[in-house]
């Protein structure tokens, strides 16, 4: 199970890398356009020292002819190496981009998948990483669930399922249990998903009856 984080705020990453176990960070034009008019490549690099390189970074092409996808995808390698996930858009013109790009050994995540077609042509056409739209999705009155469940029913599981666009944590849990290898999650969703009031109200009940026998001493100072 790969947990990922779909952000280009650089100290959220920040402080979200040390708390959990994250497979890397995922980015989208959108994501990287709210950073305050911040040089695209300046923050990625950024990104890429926050997380290290045992971690992974996906950037999003932005041109939509198939030259201009190629082209955004080299210049996205010759800026930040090529370990980096290339995410293509799984369209008409975008099956070719990623056949090409997979062929010349670039790391690609096929994204913007609504439907267990895409999803199916996509990893055909040789993505390592399928990023299904979980809310965007369901915003249409279809099941990502079952979008999910019939991609993993049929992927041969070289590739990977990344469930993406989530607006709150049971869709995330939904999404791992149709067969998600992967999610990449929002910083507030993640964050809401480890501090709901309970878990508060749980861990406050603990502190007050230690305190009422132990006081104010932690175990480390018994
Ligand atoms: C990630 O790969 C996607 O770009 C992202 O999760 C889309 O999320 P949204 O539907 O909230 O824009």
Redesign the pocket.
């Known amino acids: 199970m790969e947990l990922f984080i779909?952000s280009a705020n650089v100290e959220v990453i920040k402080k979200l890398v040390d708390v959990c176990p994250l497979k890397g960070v995922?980015?989208?034009p959108?994501?990287i356009s709210r950073q305050n008019n911040r040089s695209f490549f300046s923050v990625l690099e950024e990104i890429q020292k926050v997380i290290g390189s045992q971690r992974v970074l996906?950037v999003?092409v932005i041109a939509s002819t198939y030259e201009g996808m190629i082209k955004d995808a080299q210049r996205i390698v010759k800026e930040l190496g090529k370990e980096v996930f290339i995410?293509v858009p799984a369209t008409l013109t975008g099956i070719k981009v990623i056949k090409t790009l997979t062929s010349e050994y670039y790391n690609v995540?096929a994204?913007?998948i609504y439907s267990t077609f895409q999803g199916i042509v996509s990893l055909n056409a040789g993505a390592q990483y399928a990023?299904v739209?979980y809310?965007?999705i369901e915003n249409l009155g279809f099941s990502a669930e079952e979008v999910i469940t019939s991609i993993s029913k049929i992927s041969d599981k070289k590739s990977k399922i990344?469930g993406?666009?989530?607006?709150n944590i049971n869709q995330v849990n939904k999404a791992y249990l149709s067969g998600a290898e992967s999610c990449?999650l929002?910083p507030e969703i993640l964050e809401q998903g480890l501090c709901s009031l309970n878990v508060e109200d749980a861990v406050e009940g603990f502190k007050k009856d230690w305190n009422k026998v132990y006081g104010d001493k932690t175990i480390s100072s018994l």
């Open positions: 779909d995922t980015t989208n959108s994501i996906m999003q995410k995540t994204t913007a990023a739209y809310n965007r990344i993406a666009s989530f607006k990449t929002p």
